[in-house]
């Protein structure tokens, strides 16, 4: 262990090299419920820096397990089996914006606003907006093919992506995919984007910009329950419109959200939907009016238009910082991302509230309706009883309750520590054969993020995520 701290530090800096059981509490946890402490975590300041990590951990036999912002809602970043935490926040430069392209070359601990900022000055932007924007990396964003609200319209991560230059396990770089246009053969890149850091470190992403559209328009349509809000959802695809986005909110967020963020949802209200649209001045006049129609017809009780900049910032602010109101309910939540065909989602809902009762713990919904993309958030105290190993079982109950219903385990947040063994419920010993003859393809290994989205056995992982304390001492805490 000496050694292999002795070798990050020559090749990092010793500043860059965390070791001591305090500084590596900070990094045994991401966004979801899981906990593994690493065994030592390295910053590099460039990929060479990267390459040597990588090379380095492979020549001590310990894995390397690459982090963003630590914001992953199914424990992706998660050291599992120990060894190297490899954070990437400091290649955090865009590099290149490519004006006339439309495309720019960023590092990947980019946060994912910073690049539409960059790209503003000319009229551009980088679609997919993760909820969790202001904070998650490109890198990340790439690990997982997220989405986002705005995804509805734009598609993901993968849609947005041309190319990447990535780290192999033995330390060579490798560019996958175009700069700037998309190239024939074999589409590597698409492999890679959504491989959950289990294949290689990306170290460059060159991604799409598109232009800031002329108008936008966000609605907030007030409903008095759920059942009509889905219905609208329904309805306004139904009906030939394409909004840009189209989220929704049930009465229990919609408690937690107002009083702390005042963005003027009504605290009574069953259920509300922001649905945006944007382009043309005159198309979006012409659709806001449409979804306004739809909304009333399936039992709006009102429907607010926003197309001051300032009002609809304040719309979104509560979408978007909804899961931290949350914690003015319980201390934790735990947030799955099952998906239903958009058609399904009332009985999805319906059944999500019997999941609530029987495991006694509350539920609340704050989703991407337009792709029946659920986030049911169940809330629970991890220091009550057995409230984690219930918030969990409810947690399995919802999902196989998604794929019942036609849809899948995942919709954005990948599949990490969370999901692994429900993977059996989409796909067969084949189709997870036809995967796992990835790893020996990129010559992975071992080397990167072991542990994740491939069946282990529960109880294997379990058995590694000793709370820190235990392995620590009461001298963990600063
Ligand atoms: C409040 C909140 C809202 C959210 N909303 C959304 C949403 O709307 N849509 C959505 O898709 N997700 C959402 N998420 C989940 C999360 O933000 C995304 O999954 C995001 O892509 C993770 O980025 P990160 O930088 O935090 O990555 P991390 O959590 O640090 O890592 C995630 C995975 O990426 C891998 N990884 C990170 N960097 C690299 C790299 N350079 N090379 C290789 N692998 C790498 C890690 O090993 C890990 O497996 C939300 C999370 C929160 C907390």
Redesign the pocket.
Same mark, same amino acid.
């Given at each position: 262990m000496d050694a292999l701290v002795r070798e990050l530090q020559r090749a990092v800096g010793s500043r860059y090299v965390l070791s001591r059981p305090q500084e590596l509490l900070v990094y045994e946890y +991401?966004?979801a419920v899981e906990r593994a402490l690493p065994s030592v975590v390295a910053v590099p300041g460039s990929a060479e820096q990267?390459a040597q990590v990588v090379g380095i951990a492979r020549r001590h036999g310990v894995p390397v /397990?690459?982090?963003?912002?630590?914001?992953?809602?199914?424990?992706?970043?998660i050291p599992v089996y120990g060894g190297v935490l490899?954070?990437?926040?400091r290649?955090n430069r865009v590099l290149e914006i490519d004006v006339a392209e439309r495309t720019a070359i960023v590092e990947?601990?980019v946060?994912?606003i910073d690049i539409s900022k960059a790209a503003e000055p000319y009229g551009l932007r980088y679609a997919?907006?993760?909820?969790?924007?202001k904070? $998650?990396?490109?890198?990340?964003? /790439?690990?997982?093919?997220?989405?986002?609200?705005h $995804?509805l319209a734009y598609g /993901? &991560?993968t849609n947005h992506v041309m190319g990447m230059e990535?780290v192999l396990a033995d330390g060579s770089p490798a560019w996958v995919g175009g700069r700037s246009h998309e190239l024939p053969g074999y589409d590597l890149r698409g492999v890679l984007i959504g491989?959950?850091?289990?294949l290689?470190?990306?170290?460059k992403v060159a991604v799409r910009l598109q232009p800031v559209p002329e108008a936008v328009t966000t609605m907030l349509a007030i409903f008095q329950d759920e059942d009509d809000a889905s219905a609208a959802v329904s309805a306004i695809v139904g009906a030939g419109i394409v909004p840009a986005a189209i989220e929704m909110m049930d009465r229990l967020t919609i408690q937690a959200v107002e009083p702390a963020i005042h963005a003027g949802y009504p605290p009574d209200a069953g259920a509300v939907l922001l649905v945006e649209v944007e382009g043309l001045r005159e198309s979006v006049a012409e659709e806001s009016e449409e979804v306004q129609q739809v909304c009333y017809r399936h039992g709006a009780t009102e429907v607010r238009v926003a197309d001051d900049p300032t009002l609809r910032e304040r719309l979104w602010a509560g979408r978007? &910082?909804?899961?931290?109101a949350l914690g003015r309910l319980a201390p934790n939540y735990y947030?799955l +991302?099952g998906v239903v065909p958009r058609t399904r989602i009332l009985e999805a809902l319906r059944r999500i509230r019997e999941i609530s009762g029987e495991y006694a713990l509350p539920i609340a919904n704050v989703f991407?309706a337009g792709d029946g993309n659920l986030?049911p958030c169940i809330l629970f105290d991890e220091r009550i009883g057995d409230q984690l190993r219930r918030s969990k079982e409810a947690g399995a109950a919802v999902l196989r309750t998604c794929v019942d219903l036609g849809g899948a385990l995942s919709?954005?947040?990948?599949v990490?520590l969370e999901k692994q063994e429900y993977m059996d419920l989409c796909f067969s010993d084949a189709d997870l054969d036809a995967m796992a003859r990835l790893n020996p393809a990129f010559g992975a290994g071992d080397t990167?993020?072991p542990g994740?989205v491939f069946p282990t056995g529960a109880s294997c992982v379990e058995l590694l995520q000793h709370p820190a304390i235990a392995r620590l001492g009461a001298d963990a805490f600063v």
């Open positions: +991401d966004g990267a /397990v690459p982090r963003g912002a630590g914001t992953g809602l199914s424990g992706g970043a490899m954070p990437m926040t290649l990947p601990g946060v994912n997919p907006d993760p909820s969790s924007q904070a $998650c990396t490109i890198g990340g964003n /790439v690990a997982e093919n997220a989405g986002g609200p $995804c /993901v &991560t990535i491989s959950e850091g289990t290689a470190v990306t170290t978007k &910082t909804a899961l931290g947030l +991302d991407h986030h919709g954005e947040h990948g990490g990167f993020n994740k």
